[in-house]
């Protein structure tokens, strides 16, 4: 029963990207062929409210549901991680059409053959396990 809460939450956004059309394919080309602004409004109005987010609970001091402290560390600062890591998301991005976020709202809506998209992802984090302590991190 305590899981109820997050089960709701994830409904809800899930609703929230159906109709901002932010699980959709079309709307996913549109933005990597710089047609259309839309999806480059929803994703910079997400860093906007995640970045000025963590800005508040630092500055703040605020603290989490049951009074303990959001400690959010720094991390260590280097180009390569970042490139290489954002190259392969966009890239598979691309060739999928879609961010691997919503593969379950697109199931709940129907979209099957995303169900490849998710073998991946799983087949992807268990190599990531087997390969975590001999990666630079």
């Avoid at 402290?69 to 991680?81: A, G, L």
């Avoid at 392969?88 to 991005?93: A, I, N, S, T, V």
Wanted: overall charge positive; hydrophobic content about 50%.
């Amino acid at each position: 029963m305590k899981l109820v809460k997050f089960f709701i939450v994830g409904i809800v956004f899930g609703i929230v990207l159906t109709k901002a059309e932010a699980v959709s394919w079309y709307r996913i080309y549109e933005m990597f062929m710089f047609q259309s602004f839309h999806m480059y409004g929803i994703i910079g109005t997400a860093i906007f409210v995640g970045v000025t987010g963590i800005y508040l609970i630092k500055k703040k001091e605020i603290q989490g549901f049951k009074g303990a402290e959001i400690k959010i560390q720094d991390k260590d600062f280097s180009y390569s991680r970042y490139i290489i890591g954002g190259t392969m998301f966009g890239l598979g991005w691309g060739l999928v059409g879609c961010c691997p976020g919503p593969i379950f709202i697109l199931i709940g809506n129907g979209v099957f053959s995303i169900c490849v998209v998710l073998l991946g992802a799983l087949l992807g984090t268990y190599i990531y396990g087997i390969l975590k302590n001999k990666l630079p991190h």
